[in-house]
């Protein structure tokens, strides 16, 4: 009997359509981000801790989750600009993590997006400090901003939202069995994808879900989203674990090659670089599956962000 066919991959609007999409979302709302990330900064007692703060946050990125987060408030028929406060909030959560990812405890790096890293600008105590103000000035947003325009319940359940992903069973958790991965010759593709489901994927999760309950969205909604940053999550960890084996420090604007150097489980270790690129299409494909399935006004952004999680070049 021959094979069944592979299922198209199921997308509501095309490549270009996509493209063109996100590089528009991109040019009216990253300018404003930039500026209201710096600008919270800003507002913090000066001295060392708030410049260490400024030069984690300052160095760029992709900002992903903030764009995540305003991308479904869109796709739900929301206001993005209203929401600019939440999606600083995912941003310092996340450079949070990485300033403490990147501590000699941890992944011990001297890079990143491009820059020292904190604790090589500044020292390791600075790097610690500087990233504990980070993930507390997160929930300080999140519990604050936008103020009226969401209620405060949806801003309670968007913080309790936000500190699952990033605690004991999210974020946390997802380090930890990172570090004790290291050297381990014996682990599977089910432990690896569960690994990272809390290392990275649970804050891809929480971007999308703090946007979706700040739109009110229904318990449907909810679910084809919450499947869509699923799959979204795990894309863009197995594309990065195939740029670090593949990119250059200036492309990835961190140290290249730390996952092989340090014998980490990834997704190249276990498939090999083309069937890690597979693996990578077909959690892309997921996520696309899973917006069509969902109520959304527009989800061309969004089908974007699936598609640029994998076809990146940092």
Same mark, same amino acid.
């Given at each position: 009997?021959?094979?069944?066919?592979?299922?198209?991959?199921?997308?509501?609007?095309?490549?270009?359509?996509?493209?063109?999409?996100?590089?528009?979302?991109?040019?009216?709302?990253?300018?404003?981000?930039?500026?209201?990330?710096?600008?919270?900064?800003?507002?913090?007692?000066?001295?060392?801790?708030?410049?260490?703060?400024?030069?984690?946050?300052?160095? @760029?990125?992709?900002?992903?989750?903030?764009?995540?987060?305003?991308?479904?408030?869109?796709?739900?028929?929301?206001?993005?600009?209203?929401?600019?406060?939440?999606?600083?909030?995912?941003?310092?959560?996340?450079?949070?993590?990485?300033?403490?990812?990147?501590?000699?405890?941890?992944?011990?790096?001297?890079?990143?997006?491009?820059?020292?890293?904190?604790?090589?600008?500044?020292?390791?105590?600075?790097?610690?400090?500087? @990233?504990?103000?980070?993930?507390?000035?997160?929930?300080?947003?999140?519990?604050?901003?936008?103020?009226?325009?969401?209620?405060?319940?949806?801003?309670?359940?968007?913080?309790?939202?936000?500190?699952?992903?990033?605690?004991?069973?999210?974020?946390?958790?997802?380090?930890?069995?990172?570090?004790?991965?290291?050297?381990?010759?014996?682990?599977?593709?089910?432990?690896?994808?569960?690994?990272?489901?809390?290392?990275?994927?649970?804050?891809?999760?929480?971007?999308?879900?703090?946007?979706?309950?700040?739109?009110?969205?229904?318990?449907?909604?909810?679910?084809?989203?919450?499947?869509?940053?699923?799959?979204?999550? !795990?894309?863009?960890?197995?594309?990065?674990?195939?740029?670090?084996?593949?990119?250059?420090?200036?492309?990835?604007?961190?140290?290249?090659?730390?996952?092989?150097?340090?014998?980490? !489980?990834?997704?190249?270790?276990?498939?090999?670089?083309?069937?890690?690129?597979?693996?990578?299409?077909?959690?892309?494909?997921?996520?696309?599956?899973?917006?069509?399935?969902?109520?959304?006004?527009?989800?061309?952004?969004?089908?974007?962000?699936?598609?640029?999680?994998?076809?990146?070049?940092?």
């Amino acid at each position: 009997m021959p094979p069944a066919p592979r299922p198209a991959r199921t997308m509501r609007a095309g490549p270009t359509t996509m493209r063109e999409a996100l590089s528009r979302f991109r040019a009216r709302h990253a300018p404003a981000i930039e500026s209201a990330l710096l600008e919270v900064i800003a507002r913090q007692p000066p001295g060392r801790l708030r410049d260490g703060m400024r030069h984690a946050v300052a160095a @760029g990125g992709k900002r992903l989750r903030p764009l995540l987060c305003l991308a479904t408030v869109e796709a739900l028929g929301g206001v993005p600009e209203n929401n600019y406060g939440p999606a600083c909030a995912l941003e310092y959560l996340h450079t949070y993590s990485l300033v403490h990812d990147d501590l000699p405890a941890m992944d011990d790096d001297d890079l990143r997006r491009g820059q020292p890293t904190v604790h090589k600008a500044f020292d390791e105590a600075t790097a610690i400090l500087a @990233g504990d103000a980070l993930h507390t000035l997160a929930f300080e947003l999140l519990a604050t901003e936008p103020g009226g325009a969401v209620s405060a319940p949806a801003r309670a359940e968007a913080c309790r939202v936000l500190a699952v992903a990033s605690g004991a069973a999210g974020m946390a958790l997802g380090q930890m069995h990172d570090l004790e991965a290291e050297g381990r010759p014996d682990g599977t593709l089910a432990q690896l994808s569960e690994l990272h489901g809390r290392k990275t994927g649970a804050l891809i999760r929480a971007s999308v879900l703090v946007g979706a309950v700040h739109s009110c969205a229904d318990g449907a909604t909810i679910a084809a989203l919450t499947a869509y940053a699923n799959a979204l999550g !795990l894309a863009f960890q197995i594309a990065d674990d195939c740029l670090d084996a593949t990119a250059d420090a200036a492309a990835l604007g961190k140290t290249p090659g730390k996952d092989a150097a340090q014998n980490k !489980l990834t997704y190249v270790k276990l498939l090999g670089l083309d069937g890690a690129k597979a693996a990578a299409r077909a959690e892309c494909d997921k996520a696309l599956a899973a917006l069509a399935g969902a109520k959304l006004k527009n989800s061309a952004v969004l089908e974007a962000l699936a598609e640029y999680s994998v076809t990146r070049d940092h």
